[in-house]
């Protein structure tokens, strides 16, 4: 076959898929929600924890995944527990896509008005930028990983060229004591440290458009783990960089981080801007990624053609990401994120097995 | 409960808003497929027309030669270029008829060996023989005994006998024949070859195509010998016909793709193909897209890189430029220089014309983003230093570009039309003097004429012209998006390409490739080029049928 029209996409392209869309807002917000709630310098030790609950946690979905060929787990959740609670689940999922694709915007846009475009009227800046998302989402999920393939390999450079360059602020002593206050405030943290991890519930859609699904495990792997080490430079930087203090009274710490060095001799003295046009891509690949798993969960769970779906999302997220007024908004509305993703995480996959399990093994149905 | 909810439904501002970004979604998407579907419509119509069309009605040629001579002159003797040479062929007691087109023969070649042969010394093998007067075996005598002349054709249907006199055959009628001859003597005067002018090299060979397509297939064989390129032969325009050729190596070419290209090539529909640019348009996978998706070509080594890549080429009659299909967006950046030079200056090269891409496309929109929109983000002094040159100057910074831009492109239009004394000149005056004198009369920046000015040469670094006419094209995109969200928009006029690129395909073939879809293998060929030994593999794109190239 030369030329192709099935909508397969690659491991490497399910790797970086699942990378850019859990990559995003959480390198600016991580550092200073997770210090909120652990208010200790053991952070890290929540990020990594968190890391290998997430891993688990997937590893759960793609064997559940797998379990379906060539089915999202919004058509193989109505085979598992039935057509009506199976719907009510998918149209859980998608609910929780579109508040986070709000969410993302908002954040994006809060960021762009603050650094960049000040005074700039906010649906300038919303509207333009869920056109370019919708424009993206009309190729279909093989046009998307491309156009994450073309973005990732830049924005993973620049960031890690970034956190070397603030290296210089780096003291060991502001992640001193390990453990001083014990073990609680480590695990306080890891309700923040979830929500960064947000998105990877993808992997439950993507595998049933990959090419090799056999290979979802190892695809799955590297594209949690990208960001799962990423996360973890960023809060040991950011940390280690700035104290604890002032990460709490910071509102974007990590910028302020980078904005509090200058480097002579080069073009930019301050390495805050490639940060921040990497980070706006970025956030743009994992708006679009949930975009695209909404408007997929609408045209499956409702049988619908998926491109007036899309059309009709645009005014829905529109109207979510205007809906909180102000930034303290923003930021509750991300813990309450937080909080449906634990719900969403734990449950839907590890009860969707356990019912499957227990329908195959006890009741030796066939699903 | 109730009150909650109501505090943060959205005020009828924001649902106007949320509706306005609907509709006018909805409406680019309908103005786009209404774009695609008015190309259908007319492809499909014209097929059905051509399917109406039925043959002209076959009359062969009588015994009689009067008769015959009429019939030939009533159908193309309106033409005044259409020369009837009648004489006596003494010995056969036969009169003779030869018909050509002035100006399309070698009249050397016709009078000294066919009329002359003809004329004067048929004689001694015609004396011994009686039988000659049988009117069948005239033709063949005549072909294989008297004429000595390697191209010669017996034709009995008067269509077709009328056709190839007009494209350039000689026919002979004689006496008691009932075929003609159609004797190949063709004899136009052609361009001698030249080196190409719009892509000329330091190293590496000096041929270009030529405007005739049999030169150019001979210049593709003594590249050199191989019995795996193929040559076939189309034959395309409905009114006027032009040969066409698709040229590939009958072991590397991937047959799928062969195929596409054989139908998109039967499809072609139009009266008369002008250039090889007409097929490109013909054929490509989207029309609305500013990147061209063949690549056009007056080198026959690029041509021949090409096939052994596995990719098509099409070379089509009068024109110098072939056509290699299908492309990827890396081809344009490349020139074959890089592959005869070490790979070292190749490699450096190569990325340096990346580079001078990426200004050619986006330099004017970023100095407009940081100039109107961040001037903080760029380092204090450099800032300080630009806006004082910019006091005095009474524009906001777009229009300041977009006077010099437009200047220049028109600059740019002109010198092709100079004539070639006056053309350095000319250049000089516009773009120095110009430049200088705007920026002495304050409108414009100093800053800005660097800006543009290495733009400009930038875009001239690209090695395939139409490449850099995209660029150029999609540069006032970028500054018109800068103008208004600043950096922003500039990021978001790079997304948009991003998106449109990997959506875009070239016969199949995805056009960012091997950025996304991501091969490891033909990186060798993208920024770097990797040295030889290490180039053993053909691009994995192309899915050849022969992987190795040793």
Known sequence: MFIRNDDKITTTQTSIFITDTVLGAGILTLPRGVIEAAKTPDVWLSVLLGGFIVIMVTMVMVKLSQQFPNHTV???????????PGGILGVCLIGYYIIIAGFEVRIFAEITMYYLLEGTPIWAIIIPFIWVGTYICFGGINAIARVFQIIFPISIFILVLSYFLSIRLFDIDNLRPVLG?????????????????????????????????????RATFAGIGIPFVLYLMTVIVVVGGMSVDSVMNSTWPTIDLLRSFEITGLIFERFEFPFLVIWMMQLFCNFTSFYFNASLGISQVFRLKIHPVIFGLIPVIFITTMLPERINDVFKLGDTIGKMGI?????????????????????NHHV | MWSVIISHLPNWKVCAQAILSLVIAIGFYYLNKYMRSLVEKKNASAQKARKGQHLAA?????????????????????NSDVHFREFQIAELHARATLIFVDGMQNE???????????????????????????????????QDEVLPVCEVYEAAELHGLNQSILMGFTALLVEGMPHALLIGSLGMTTRAINEPSSEALLRGPRIGFTEVLSENTSMLRRQGYSEELEINMYEVGTRIKRKLVIAYMKDIVNPDLLQEVRDRIGKINMDFIAESGYVEQLIEDDYLSPFQQSQNTERPDRVISGLLEGRIAILLDGTPFALIVPVTFSMLLQSPEDYYDRWLPGTLLRMLRFFAAFLALMAP??????????????PTELAVT??????????????????????????????????????????????????EAAVQAGIVSPFLVIVVAVTAISSFSIPVYSAGITLRILRFGGMLCAAVLGMFGTILFILIICGHLSKLKSFGVPYVTPISPFRLNDWKDLFLRAPLPFMNKRPDMMKTQDKKRR
């Open chain 2, 386 to 435: 630009i806006i004082e040159t910019r006091q005095g100057v009474p524009f906001p910074s777009l229009i300041e570009v977009m006077i010099l831009e437009i200047s220049i492109e028109i600059l740019r239009e002109a010198g092709i039309r100079l004539p070639k004394p006056i053309g350095p000149a000319m250049g000089i005056v516009g773009g120095l003097i110009i430049g």
């Open chain 1, 181 to 217: 206050e014990g073990v609680l405030p480590v695990f306080k943290g890891l309700k923040s440290t979830v929500l960064i991890f947000t998105g990877c519930e993808v992997i439950m859609t993507l595998v049933a458009h990959m090419q090799h699904p056999e290979r979802a495990v």
């Open chain 2, 58 to 78: 076959h009359t062969n040629l009588s015994d009689h030669y009067k008769d015959n001579l009429q019939a030939i002159k009533q159908a193309i003797s309106s």
């Open chain 2, 365 to 378: 929109a970023l100095y407009i983003s940081f100039i109107s929109f961040h001037p903080g983000l760029i």
């Open chain 2, 108 to 142: 050397e070649l016709i009078s000294k060996y066919v009329m002359k042969i003809l004329m004067a010394d048929v004689k001694q093998a015609a004396s011994d023989r009686s039988h000659l007067f049988d009117p069948l075996e005239l033709a063949s005598y005549l």
């Open chain 1, 343 to 363: 719900f969403l995480f734990f449950l839907v996959p590890v009860l969707l097995t356990v019912i499957l399990l227990f329908r195959k093994k006890v009741l």
């Open chain 1, 74 to 84: 919004y058509q193989y959740s109505k085979r598992i527990v039935g057509t009506i």
